[in-house]
């Protein structure tokens, strides 16, 4: 599913499909129960999150007259370009950092690959077929649909279903890896998904009241005819979401916060790079589609409150003959490098967990310091900045000139999301802008940067390095999934992490322009129980 980039259920199917059984239907489960408490009068907050939507496309598509959908709600709503999504712009990330409204310090899911030195294992919810396949299809697969809500996403931090459960409001999710709510759910396994991964016909889950995960939940199934077969991607794509979006509004089941996630644009631009409208004139039509449902966009906006967001940008990745690939092992000189699939050794040094144009390295070995790699990594003209932190310091390093930056939290300089900092050394390392006269800090080339960045290096435990790549560039180790001459993310800078937003069906602004806001600001709309006409 994504990524982020590419999403984590297509692998697991494309690996069925080489498998080749048949697939098993799931139980159809009861939509009645998902009925606002508040009853029909209440106004419904449905939340699209569009993989990869960019503010570029979105304004030339409107200037060529070609998306009246989104055209229209932005003229009756707010449009901002500058929502500033999680680190790394990994969709697993940023979704449990939208849906629990807090960093990844604190959710604990790090990026769409990891290494957990509690468990000892490589972490990977699904990134392409080969690292797939030498990681093992059973680690994958469990990791991706039983420990990563089960487990790995922290138990101790509430996800906005959770929170609106326990306040008698009723919440669904249709398609989100992330959906850990109060409610018990099953997933139900295909015959094909059960051979491969020995996993059992049905697994019992924590959801929201509504959970609709394409072929592995499909509350539809019975009343709704939904395309969710081994051809159709198992579900997780556009149309599945649209239609049991529309599905839901035809019979008046909304529940009062539905989230719904629209992969396929990733999935294009991935491909073709961030350029072209296609994909965003396809989405505009199955927006228009949604609001006709109503009776007209019109009437939509009178019953629900719509909010369209990207949950990361993305940046072209330069041709083949341009050397874009950053080939880790190749720098790291005679370290022993784990393979994927192996298992940690003894005589294991470093660990390398690649997501795009971001990577994790973990060191292992206690007679070699995280500087030592960094010094390896920061001659690469190719390499952005090198991270990692010594206490409650937090270091990074300039690709190619070697500068080197240290921040910590607490001090006498506030940001703009009224964040504290102490920061010494050459603030162009992350490109910071402070008046030492107004105590004030400033970003640009890297929105909410020293959050964003601490909080991923305090996000799990062990000792590693955080590295990004430049613009056109993206890493590999060996096995990672490559987009030469098209998109990738993962990284820090502002084209792949400012996102646009659009509200409409409410005159409500967030306080704050960053997805790890979102939660306060819809619980905020749901639990004052906005009604129709207001």
Excluded at 60 to 81: C, E, R, S, T
Excluded at 229 to 255: D, V
Aim: net charge neutral; charged share 25%.
């Amino acid at each position: 599913m994504r990524k982020k980039g590419i999403r984590i259920l297509p692998w697991i199917l494309l690996l069925a499909m080489l498998i080749g059984c048949q697939s098993s239907k799931p139980k159809e489960q009861d939509l009645m129960r998902i009925n606002s408490a508040n009853g029909n009068n209440a106004k419904k907050v449905i939340f699209l999150m569009v993989d990869s939507l960019m503010y570029q496309a979105i304004d030339q598509g409107i200037d060529k007259q070609d998306l009246p959908a989104l055209q229209f709600l932005i003229k009756h709503g707010q449009y901002y370009k500058n929502l500033v999504s999680s680190f790394p712009t990994m969709s697993v990330t940023i979704d449990s950092s939208l849906l629990t409204g807090a960093y990844s310090d604190l959710h604990r899911v790090p990026g769409l690959t990891w290494y957990s030195a509690d468990n000892q294992k490589m972490i990977m919810y699904g990134t392409g077929p080969t690292e797939v396949l030498k990681q093992g299809v059973h680690p994958v697969v469990t990791d991706a649909l039983i420990h990563l809500n089960g487990s790995h996403l922290n138990r101790n931090l509430p996800t906005i279903y959770e929170d609106l459960a326990r306040q008698g409001l009723k919440s669904g999710s249709i398609n989100g890896l992330i959906y850990r709510g109060m409610s018990a759910q099953k997933l139900s396994i295909p015959q094909w998904i059960q051979a491969a991964a020995s996993l059992p016909k049905e697994i019992d889950v924590k959801g929201p009241d509504l959970l609709s995960l394409g072929a592995l939940s499909n509350p539809f199934q019975g009343v709704k005819d939904l395309p969710d077969g081994l051809t159709k991607r198992m579900g997780i794509h556009n149309e599945f979401a649209i239609e049991a979006l529309k599905y839901l509004i035809h019979s008046n089941k909304l529940p009062d916060f539905l989230f719904v996630y629209l992969p396929d644009l990733d999935q294009e631009l991935h491909k073709k790079g961030p350029t072209g409208l296609r994909g965003v004139k396809e989405l505009d039509q199955q927006l228009q589609s949604v609001l006709q449902t109503f009776g007209s966009p019109e009437k939509a906006l009178q019953d629900a409150i719509f909010i369209i967001a990207g949950d990361s940008g993305m940046t072209r990745i330069l041709p083949e003959d341009q050397n874009p690939v950053i080939d880790l092992p190749s720098l790291l000189g005679d370290a022993k490098i784990m393979r994927p699939g192996d298992a940690v050794s003894k005589e294991t040094e470093l660990i390398l967990a690649v997501n795009e144009t971001m990577a994790y390295i973990y060191l292992l070995k206690v007679d070699r310091s995280l500087r030592d790699i960094a010094n390896l990594l920061k001659d690469d003209p190719r390499i952005d900045f090198i991270s990692w932190k010594e206490n409650e310091w937090n270091y990074a390093v300039q690709g190619s000139t070697g500068k080197q930056l240290r921040f910590k939290s607490g001090g006498n300089l506030t940001d703009s999301y009224n964040q504290s900092w102490t920061v010494e050394q050459d603030e162009e390392v992350l490109d910071l802008n402070t008046n030492k006269i107004k105590h004030t800090l400033k970003y640009d080339e890297y929105p909410d940067v020293l959050k964003r960045l601490s909080s991923s290096l305090r996000s799990h435990q062990g000792e590693f390095l955080v590295v990004t790549a430049k613009p056109g560039f993206e890493f590999t180790s060996g096995n990672s999934p490559m987009h030469k001459g098209g998109g990738g993310h993962g990284s820090i800078r502002k084209q792949e992490s400012l996102v646009p937003l659009i509200i409409s069906g409410t005159d409500q602004k967030p306080e704050y322009l960053r997805i790890v806001d979102l939660k306060d600001y819809l619980l905020n709309l749901l639990t004052k129980k906005t009604q129709r006409n207001q």
